[in-house]
C-alpha cells in the first residue's frame, strides 16, 4: 500500500496538462486546452484540460477527472499504477508497504499479464548481458547493427536463450503463474510439455505509450528454414498489435513538439533514427497500417511522413495505407530511399544534419509521390494510365477538407497531364456513390429513428437543472470566498407597493447560498446534485482551506465525473447558447457576489414562474372556485417576479 503522505505528494507536484500531453496533442484555448478525443474518434476537439482547476473533461465520450482518473481510463492503471507513475514522472519517492500474498492473489488478469511482461523484460536485458551467450550472439548482433550501448539501454533490448525451458522455469521459479505465462504468449503449453516462443531470438519490448510491456517482438538470429525472421507475441487482453506502435513511448513528445511523424516499417529503423538523433519515429512492426494505429498518431500530430524502402513491390503494398491517414484528415508526404537502402541502413551512414536536409529535400506530397510511382508503369498504355488516374481520384476522394480536394485534383491533372474537367468528373462519380450508399443507409436509420422519435416527446430544457448545476459550480470555484453582498429585503414602500431595498452583509460564499435556499425553502431536485451540494457545504463548513485539486481527490469517481462535468460545462458552451435556452448566468469577468446574487434570483424567478403556473391551472380546472385570494396570490407572485426580474436587468 502507498502511503497518504506519498499520495499527497503526488497529488501536489502533478501537472493535469504535463501528463496529458504527453498523450495527447493539446492546443491553447483561452485559458484552457483542447485537444481530439483520445476515447472516441472525433475529428472536431471536444477533449478539454483546465489547468486552473486541474482536471480534464472529454464531451465526446463523458468521461472526465483528475490526473489520475485519466491514467486509468487511458492506460487501464490500477488507482497505485497510476500513483507510482506520476512518482516516477516527478521524481518522488514513494513509501510502500510490502503487499501479502493475499492481495498479491487479488491482481486481475489484467494486471498479472502486465507484471509477467514486466518481469519477461528485465530477464531478456540480464540474459543479454550478464550472460556469455547473451553477450556473445545477442549483444554482437546489436552492435553489428550500429546500436550503441546507451540506445540498447534505453529501448529494453534483451536477448531469449536458445533453450525451450529456460525462461518459463526461471518465471515459474519466481512465482509467475503458467497460466499467465500461457496467456502473454511467452509460454507455449501442449498438454504436459512447455515451449518457449521466443527461443534463440533477440528481443524488441513494444510499449504503450505510457511506457507499460505489451508483448514482445523476436528476431531469430540461427538459421533455421522452418523459423520466422520475425515474431510477435499473440493478441491477449493487453496487447492488440492493431492499436499499437513500436517506439510511441520514446517518440510522443518529440512528434508533438516537431508536428510531425516519421513512419517506418521495422524495429531497427525506429532505433537507428533515433539514434542518428531524429527521435519523432514509429512502427507499424511490419503489419499493415491501421486505422487505430493512425488514431494513436492523430492525437499527438496531423502530420505524417510516411518512409519508404527502394523496393517498388513493398511500396505499391504500402500505398493503400495512405488512404486510411486520407480519411482521418491528415496530411502526408511521402520519402522514398535510394534502392538498396531502407531506412536503418541509411540512417546509420549518415549524420543528422544529412539526413535532416535528405529527408526534407526527398519528402513529396502523397499526391506527387503516388501519381509519379504508378505513372511511370503506366505511361505507355492507356488503359493502365486511366485505372491509375482513377485510383489516384480514389484516394483524393478520402480527403474531408473539399478546398484540399480540389488543390489536389489540380495538382494531379497537372502531373497526369489530363483535363480537371474530367478529374473532377471522375470525383463527382465517386462522391455520388458514396453519397448514394450513405443516403441509403441515412433513410434506413432515419426509419428507425422516426419511429422512436414519434414514441417520445420533445425534451425542453430543464431550467432548474441548469441553475441547481450552476450553484454547485459556484460552490466549487469560490465556496470559501469572502464576499460582500447585495441582499434584497422585501418592503412595502409609502404608497403601498412591493419594492425591494438592497442592504449590504459580508459572508462566505457558501454560507450566503446555504442561507438563501434555507430562507426560500428552496430543495435541489436533481438527487445527484442534492449528495453534492450537501457533501461540498459539510466540507467547506469543515475546512476553511477548501481546495477543489484536494477535494476533488477525495470523492468517489462517479461525483469526480459529475464534478468535471459542471466545472468545464462553461467550455463546452457561449453565452449565446445559455441566452438561447433562456438562462442567464453571469459572465466570469463579474464580481463572485454578483454571481451569486444573480444566480440565486434567477433560481427564485424560475420557482415563481412554477408557482404562477401551478395556480393558473388550478384556475382552469376550479373555473367555478375562483376566489379573490388565489386573484392575489398570482398578483403578488407576478409582482415579485418583475422586481427581481428589474434588479437583473432582464426584460419580462
Given at each position: 500500500?502507498?502511503?497518504?503522505s506519498?499520495?499527497?505528494?503526488?497529488?501536489?507536484a502533478?501537472?493535469?496538462?504535463?501528463?496529458?500531453?504527453?498523450?495527447?496533442q493539446?492546443?491553447?484555448?483561452?485559458?484552457?486546452?483542447?485537444?481530439?478525443?483520445?476515447?472516441?474518434?472525433e475529428r472536431?476537439?471536444?477533449?478539454?484540460?483546465?489547468?486552473?482547476?486541474?482536471?480534464?473533461k472529454?464531451?465526446?465520450?463523458?468521461k472526465?477527472?483528475?490526473?489520475?482518473?485519466?491514467?486509468?481510463e487511458?492506460?487501464?492503471?490500477?488507482y497505485?499504477?497510476?500513483?507510482?507513475?506520476?512518482?516516477?514522472?516527478?521524481?518522488?519517492?514513494?513509501e510502500?508497504?510490502?503487499q501479502t500474498?493475499?492481495?498479491?492473489?487479488?491482481?486481475?488478469e489484467?494486471?498479472?499479464?502486465y507484471?509477467?511482461?514486466?518481469?519477461?523484460?528485465?530477464?531478456f536485458?540480464?540474459?543479454?548481458?550478464?550472460?556469455?551467450?547473451?553477450?556473445?550472439?545477442?549483444?554482437?548482433?546489436?552492435?553489428?547493427?550500429?546500436?550503441?550501448?546507451?540506445?540498447?539501454k534505453?529501448?529494453?533490448?534483451?536477448?531469449s536463450?536458445?533453450?525451450?525451458q529456460?525462461?518459463?522455469?526461471?518465471?515459474?521459479?519466481q512465482?509467475?503463474?503458467?497460466?499467465?505465462?500461457?496467456?502473454?504468449?511467452?509460454t507455449?503449453?501442449?498438454?504436459?510439455?512447455?515451449?518457449?516462443r521466443?527461443?534463440g531470438?533477440?528481443?524488441?519490448?513494444?510499449?504503450?505509450?505510457?511506457?507499460?510491456?505489451?508483448?514482445?517482438?523476436?528476431r531469430?538470429?540461427?538459421?533455421?528454414?522452418k523459423?520466422?525472421?520475425?515474431?510477435?507475441?499473440?493478441?491477449?487482453?493487453?496487447?492488440?498489435?492493431?492499436?499499437?506502435?513500436?517506439?510511441?513511448?520514446?517518440a510522443?513528445?518529440?512528434?508533438?513538439?516537431?508536428?510531425?511523424?516519421?513512419?517506418?516499417?521495422?524495429?531497427?529503423?525506429?532505433?537507428?533514427?533515433?539514434?542518428t538523433?531524429i527521435?519523432?519515429v514509429?512502427?507499424?512492426?511490419?503489419?499493415?497500417?491501421?486505422?487505430?494505429?493512425i488514431?494513436?498518431?492523430?492525437?499527438?500530430?496531423?502530420?505524417?511522413?510516411?518512409?519508404?524502402d527502394?523496393?517498388a513491390a513493398?511500396?505499391?503494398a504500402?500505398?493503400?495505407?495512405?488512404?486510411?491517414?486520407?480519411?482521418q484528415?491528415?496530411?502526408?508526404?511521402?520519402?522514398?530511399?535510394?534502392?538498396?537502402?531502407?531506412?536503418?541502413?541509411?540512417?546509420?551512414?549518415?549524420?543528422?544534419?544529412?539526413?535532416?536536409?535528405?529527408l526534407e529535400e526527398?519528402?513529396?506530397?502523397?499526391?506527387?509521390?503516388?501519381?509519379?510511382?504508378?505513372?511511370?508503369?503506366?505511361?505507355?498504355?492507356?488503359?493502365?494510365?486511366?485505372d491509375?488516374?482513377?485510383?489516384?481520384?480514389?484516394s483524393?476522394?478520402?480527403?474531408?477538407?473539399?478546398?484540399?480536394?480540389?488543390i489536389?485534383?489540380?495538382?494531379?491533372?497537372?502531373?497526369?497531364?489530363?483535363?480537371e474537367d474530367?478529374l473532377?468528373?471522375?470525383?463527382?462519380?465517386?462522391?455520388?456513390?458514396?453519397?448514394q450508399?450513405?443516403?441509403?443507409?441515412?433513410?434506413?436509420?432515419?426509419?428507425?429513428?422516426?419511429?422512436?422519435?414519434?414514441?417520445?416527446?420533445?425534451?425542453?430544457?430543464?431550467?432548474?437543472y441548469?441553475l441547481?448545476?450552476?450553484?454547485?459550480?459556484?460552490?466549487?470555484?469560490?465556496?470559501?470566498?469572502?464576499e460582500?453582498?447585495?441582499?434584497?429585503?422585501?418592503?412595502?414602500?409609502?404608497?403601498?407597493?412591493?419594492?425591494?431595498?438592497?442592504?449590504?452583509?459580508?459572508?462566505?460564499v457558501?454560507?450566503?447560498?446555504f442561507?438563501?435556499?434555507?430562507?426560500?425553502?428552496?430543495?435541489f431536485?436533481?438527487?445527484?446534485?442534492?449528495?453534492?451540494y450537501?457533501?461540498?457545504?459539510?466540507?467547506?463548513?469543515?475546512?476553511?482551506?477548501?481546495?477543489?485539486?484536494?477535494?476533488?481527490?477525495?470523492?468517489?469517481?462517479d461525483?469526480a465525473?459529475?464534478?468535471?462535468?459542471?466545472?468545464?460545462?462553461?467550455?463546452?458552451?457561449?453565452?449565446?447558447?445559455?441566452?438561447?435556452?433562456?438562462?442567464?448566468?453571469k459572465?466570469?469577468?463579474?464580481?463572485?457576489?454578483q454571481?451569486?446574487s444573480?444566480?440565486?434570483?434567477?433560481?427564485?424567478?424560475?420557482?415563481?414562474?412554477?408557482?404562477?403556473?401551478?395556480?393558473q391551472?388550478k384556475?382552469?380546472?376550479?373555473k367555478?372556485?375562483?376566489?379573490?385570494?388565489?386573484?392575489?396570490?398570482?398578483?403578488?407572485?407576478?409582482?415579485l417576479?418583475?422586481?427581481?426580474?428589474?434588479?437583473l436587468?432582464?426584460?419580462l
Open positions: 500500500m502507498i502511503s497518504p506519498s499520495i499527497d505528494q503526488v497529488f501536489e502533478s501537472r493535469v496538462e504535463e501528463v496529458i500531453g504527453d498523450f495527447v493539446l492546443k491553447k484555448s483561452g485559458s484552457n486546452f483542447k485537444g481530439l478525443s483520445p476515447f472516441s474518434d472536431s476537439p471536444s477533449f478539454m484540460v483546465s489547468p486552473v482547476k486541474q482536471i480534464w472529454d464531451f465526446s465520450s463523458g472526465g477527472g483528475n490526473v489520475v482518473a485519466f491514467l486509468m487511458h492506460e487501464h492503471f490500477t497505485p499504477e497510476a500513483i507510482k507513475y506520476l512518482a516516477k514522472k516527478y521524481n518522488i519517492e514513494i510502500e508497504t510490502e500474498d493475499e492481495q498479491k492473489e487479488k491482481q486481475d489484467r494486471e498479472s499479464l507484471l509477467v511482461s514486466e518481469f519477461a523484460n528485465a530477464y536485458q540480464k540474459i543479454l548481458h550478464k550472460t556469455d551467450q547473451g553477450k556473445s550472439i545477442g549483444l554482437s548482433y546489436f552492435k553489428e547493427r550500429g546500436f550503441t550501448e546507451d540506445t540498447i534505453k529501448f529494453d533490448l534483451g536477448y536463450l536458445n533453450e525451450w529456460a525462461f518459463t522455469d526461471e518465471a515459474l521459479k512465482g509467475y503463474k503458467l497460466e499467465f505465462l500461457e496467456k502473454t504468449g511467452l507455449i503449453v501442449k498438454y504436459d510439455k512447455r515451449f518457449y521466443f527461443k531470438r533477440v528481443m524488441f519490448p513494444i510499449k504503450s505509450m505510457s511506457g507499460r510491456v505489451l508483448g514482445f517482438g523476436g531469430i538470429l540461427i538459421l533455421d528454414k523459423a520466422a525472421k520475425y515474431m510477435n507475441s499473440p493478441e491477449s487482453i493487453i496487447y492488440h498489435k492493431s492499436n499499437v506502435l513500436y517506439g510511441i513511448y520514446h510522443k513528445q518529440s512528434i508533438a513538439k516537431e508536428d510531425n511523424c516519421y513512419l517506418v516499417e521495422g524495429y531497427t529503423d525506429v532505433i537507428q533514427f533515433h539514434q538523433g527521435k519523432n514509429v512502427s507499424s512492426s511490419g503489419t499493415a497500417l491501421t486505422s487505430e494505429q488514431r494513436l498518431i492523430n492525437r499527438l500530430t496531423k502530420n505524417i511522413t510516411v518512409l519508404f527502394g523496393d513493398g511500396m505499391r504500402s500505398l493503400r495505407g495512405i488512404d486510411l491517414i486520407l480519411e484528415g491528415m496530411n502526408v508526404r511521402v520519402c522514398t530511399f535510394p534502392e538498396g537502402e531502407d531506412p536503418d541502413s541509411f540512417a546509420k551512414q549518415n549524420t543528422l544534419e544529412e539526413l535532416t536536409v535528405y526527398n519528402a513529396k506530397d502523397f499526391i506527387q509521390f503516388k501519381a509519379s510511382v504508378l505513372f511511370e508503369e503506366s505511361k505507355n498504355d492507356p488503359i493502365k494510365k486511366a491509375t488516374v482513377r485510383d489516384i481520384v480514389n483524393i476522394s478520402k480527403i474531408p477538407d473539399r478546398i484540399k480536394k480540389e489536389y485534383i489540380q495538382e494531379c491533372a497537372r502531373i497526369m497531364d489530363i483535363s474530367v473532377f468528373s471522375t470525383l463527382a462519380q465517386i462522391n455520388k456513390k458514396e453519397f450508399d450513405a443516403n441509403t443507409e441515412y433513410k434506413t436509420e432515419k426509419k428507425a429513428f422516426d419511429v422512436i422519435k414519434n414514441k417520445q416527446p420533445v425534451e425542453k430544457v430543464d431550467i432548474q441548469v441547481e448545476r450552476k450553484i454547485i459550480e459556484v460552490l466549487l470555484l469560490y465556496g470559501n470566498k469572502t460582500d453582498f447585495e441582499d434584497l429585503i422585501l418592503k412595502e414602500n409609502d404608497k403601498g407597493n412591493l419594492v425591494l431595498e438592497p442592504v449590504i452583509n459580508t459572508a462566505k457558501f454560507e450566503k447560498i442561507l438563501d435556499l434555507q430562507e426560500d425553502e428552496m430543495e431536485t436533481n438527487p445527484k446534485f442534492k449528495t453534492l450537501y457533501t461540498i457545504i459539510d466540507t467547506l463548513n469543515q475546512n476553511p482551506e477548501f481546495q477543489l485539486k484536494t477535494f476533488i481527490n477525495t470523492v468517489d469517481a461525483m465525473n459529475e464534478i468535471t462535468t459542471i466545472l468545464m460545462e462553461d467550455e463546452r458552451y457561449t453565452l449565446d447558447d445559455w441566452e438561447r435556452m433562456q438562462i442567464f448566468p459572465e466570469k469577468k463579474h464580481s463572485v457576489a454571481l451569486v444573480e444566480t440565486i434570483l434567477s433560481l427564485r424567478c424560475f420557482l415563481i414562474d412554477q408557482k404562477v403556473k401551478e395556480f391551472q384556475t382552469v380546472a376550479n367555478a372556485e375562483i376566489n379573490k385570494s388565489i386573484l392575489e396570490e398570482v398578483k403578488d407572485y407576478s409582482g417576479k418583475m422586481l427581481l426580474s428589474r434588479k436587468n432582464r426584460a
